[in-house]
């Protein structure tokens, strides 16, 4: 029963790297490593890292203002992304363009980690692809005492609508800090990415996001 639970406490605190990184690698392969319920989940190395870059490919039933409106509420990202004790908005740079702070979750004895990242939405007129890139402001506010500030994080979104579905594509490669071996990290990374997308897939089709439009987006 010990043995148990200490294994759950540390598959948590080892999937902390999932949160919400388009990342040049080269001469690299993304390797399969979980497939459920139509989420795939996959691994790389980043050159000059110990820490593997995430790949996660998945179809939902929604359209980009939904999945859009779900991406900005970013109060409400604790209810779907993994261990994520709170994120709040920090300032709005346009309606496309903000910044956020958010706070992970991590079981005693390890301390908790934080981020702070500006992410930015673009479509593309044509194809209608929306791309949302995240950049790692590490420096934005003062480090918290007994949190970990991740220094490295970075992501990218890549979603193409398909009639009334959207083809997601979304990267992360992250280095949560601290003295978390990455082997340990890497073996259990999965985890956590496909817990997300599959509450990802409830939360766009809550009422509060089923009309919501923006200015710079055509579904």
Known sequence: MGFTIASNRIERVL???FLLVSISLTGQSWELKNEEEGIKVYTRTVENSDIKAVKVECTIEATLS???AVLLDIPASS????ATKF???QENISSSELIYHSEIDVPWPASNRDFIVRVKFEQDSITKKLTIDGENLPHYLKEQEDVVRIMHTESN???TPRNKYLDIVFTLH???GGSIPAWLINLFATR???ETFRNLRRQVNKPEYKEAS???LVD
């Open 157 to 159: 979104w890549t979603v």
């Open 214 to 216: 923006f200015l710079f």
């Open 66 to 68: 939904q999945l859009t």
């Open 79 to 82: 209810e779907w992304i993994y």
């Open 15 to 17: 999937t902390i790297g």
């Open 174 to 176: 992250v280095h949560p």
């Open 87 to 89: 994120c709040r908005v």
């Open 192 to 194: 956590g990415p496909l």
